[in-house]
């Protein structure tokens, strides 16, 4: 693992970096970004970019200068063997910087945000997965709907029920009722021959990957109550780590649905995903 913090290159990851006051540490304020790369070259990094400045703008922290996140990702790339190393995941980091103790930020402009990023070796995804619906909805009206924050502890309790049953990834209900999204990925399901995915109203993340497959492989985008998977005949993930992932097996409120996989719907976006995925690697170096 490789970091790289407000600027400056760590000697080692286990060094001290951040302040114990930092906010991202102490309530989460902060936001990030969780980037592939293919051989020491980002994925899609632009579009990850634009939507980590999304989210610090809705969580009202400071823009970050993109050139200087720009840098940081070179950073922790520039040393990759291709051969040892290829696949990376780099995870960019925008916090609120130090602050006193509680919600409140720190004000006055001498206060700077903290920027880290961090590289290291990404295993492959599985070839499918299992997974399961957990009792706790997203808020698709709260403060934080569609931001990539840091505040994932809910992604922790919700994945630990997941393991629990069995399953690698938790999928959650909003409060409407609707299938909203996984712990890290969007869902994409297919129903009369028919790809879907909930909408962004539905309060899930606007995931990268989602909205390429949206672009080279069309679906409808609605939201319909999460029992719908038990009409499904094809279910995938689709997020950074996942790439397009087939579900073998759903597990809602104790009812499981068996699933193909991949199914032939699935199949044809993990081949049209396969013949592009090259086209969205930038070259840093």
Same mark, same amino acid.
């Given at each position: 693992?490789?970091?790289?913090?407000?600027?400056?290159?760590?000697?080692?990851?286990?060094?001290?970096?951040?302040?114990?006051?930092?906010?991202?540490?102490?309530?989460?304020?902060?936001?990030?970004?969780?980037?592939?790369?293919?051989?020491?070259?980002?994925?899609?990094?632009?579009?990850?970019?634009?939507r980590l400045t999304s989210s610090a703008s809705g969580l009202g922290l400071p823009?970050?200068?993109?050139?200087?996140?720009?840098?940081?990702?070179?950073?922790?790339?520039?040393?990759?063997?291709?051969?040892?190393?290829?696949?990376?995941?780099?995870?960019?980091?925008?916090?609120?910087?130090?602050?006193?103790?509680?919600?409140?930020?720190? $004000?006055?402009? #001498? &206060?700077?945000?903290?920027?880290? !990023? /961090?590289?290291?070796?990404?295993?492959?995804?599985?070839? +499918? %997965?299992?997974?399961?619906?957990?009792?706790?909805?997203?808020?698709?009206?709260?403060?934080?709907?569609?931001?990539?924050?840091?505040?994932?502890?809910?992604?922790?309790?919700?994945?630990?029920?997941?393991?629990?049953?069995?399953?690698?990834?938790?999928?959650?209900?909003?409060?409407?009722?609707?299938?909203?999204?996984?712990?890290?990925?969007?869902?994409?399901?297919?129903?009369?021959?028919?790809?879907?995915?909930?909408?962004?109203?539905?309060?899930?993340?606007?995931?990268?990957?989602?909205?390429?497959?949206?672009?080279?492989? $069309?679906?409808? #985008? &609605?939201?319909?109550?999460?029992? !719908? /998977?038990?009409?499904?005949?094809?279910?995938?993930?689709? +997020? %950074?780590?996942?790439?397009?992932?087939?579900?073998?097996?759903w597990d809602d409120a104790g009812a499981v649905v068996e699933l193909p996989v991949?199914?032939?719907?699935?199949?044809?976006?993990?081949?049209?995903?396969?013949?592009?995925?090259?086209?969205?690697?930038?070259?840093?170096?």
């Open positions: 693992m490789r970091a790289w913090v407000n600027g400056s290159e760590l000697s080692s990851v286990d060094e001290p970096a951040v302040r114990v006051s930092d906010h991202g540490f102490t309530v989460g304020d902060g936001v990030f970004e969780a980037v592939k790369a293919v051989g020491g070259r980002p994925f899609a990094l632009e579009r990850h970019l634009q823009a970050p200068d993109l050139h200087e996140v720009r840098a940081g990702v070179r950073a922790v790339l520039a040393d990759v063997d291709p051969e040892t190393e290829p696949l990376s995941r780099v995870r960019i980091t925008w916090t609120g910087g130090p602050a006193p103790m509680g919600s409140g930020r720190a $004000g006055g402009e #001498e &206060v700077a945000p903290t920027l880290v !990023v /961090v590289g290291g070796p990404l295993p492959p995804a599985a070839v +499918s %997965t299992r997974v399961a619906t957990v009792p706790w909805p997203r808020n698709e009206r709260g403060a934080l709907a569609g931001l990539k924050t840091t505040s994932y502890a809910e992604n922790v309790v919700a994945l630990a029920e997941a393991a629990r049953r069995g399953a690698g990834e938790a999928v959650f209900a909003n409060l409407a009722g609707h299938l909203c999204e996984g712990t890290g990925s969007n869902v994409f399901y297919v129903v009369d021959g028919e790809l879907r995915t909930p909408t962004l109203a539905s309060g899930c993340l606007a995931g990268v990957t989602r909205a390429l497959v949206l672009e080279w492989c $069309g679906a409808r #985008e &609605v939201d319909e109550p999460v029992s !719908v /998977v038990r009409d499904a005949s094809e279910v995938f993930l689709a +997020s %950074t780590t996942r790439d397009v992932q087939p579900v073998g097996a991949p199914g032939p719907v699935t199949r044809a976006a993990q081949e049209v995903w396969a013949s592009r995925e090259a086209s969205m690697l930038e070259d840093l170096r």
